[in-house]
């Protein structure tokens, strides 16, 4: 019989549930209930992937201890208290940055001799300079500012 076997098991298949008409209602109501079946399946999937992600931000999220966001607001703070200081000297320093007569610049921090400064006018700020050199060609006094 060959190509007929499939066609024979059809029929013979029709023929069990009662007809053509009911067999396919039998396999519609099937597929329904394989899709809700996956419907379910995959609402299950989501409803764990959101609660994974909710338990891993949850435990790994980036948490600010309280002492580490009172102390930067102070560092803030403090760094906003110090005045302008203006520059007598021009001087080119290093990082690309020429400071001419009359220029003004604020300090933020202080590391040893390291002083980041926010250039008055200026959009590329912060710039790191030697508190030294700032001494020399500025109002600036080192000795004012917190290490």
Do not use: C
Not at 41 to 66: S, T
């Amino acid at each position: 019989m060959g190509n007929m076997d499939e066609y024979i098991a059809l029929t013979t298949r029709a023929k069990a549930e009662g007809g053509p008409d009911l067999m396919l209602t039998a396999i519609e109501k099937a597929a329904e209930i394989k899709g809700i079946g996956k419907g379910a399946a995959v609402l299950a999937v989501g409803i764990a992937a959101v609660a994974g992600g909710k338990l891993l931000w949850d435990q790994y999220a980036l948490k600010q201890p309280k002492d580490v966001t009172d102390t930067a607001a102070a560092a803030v703070a403090k760094a906003m208290a110090h005045g302008w200081n203006t520059v007598i000297e021009t001087r080119e320093l290093p990082g690309g940055l020429t400071l001419a007569v009359g220029d003004r610049f604020k300090p933020l921090t202080r590391d040893g001799d390291v002083v980041m400064i926010e250039v008055e006018d200026r959009e590329d700020n912060p710039f790191p300079a030697s508190g030294a050199v700032l001494e020399q060609i500025s109002d600036l006094v080192l000795s004012n500012l917190d290490d």
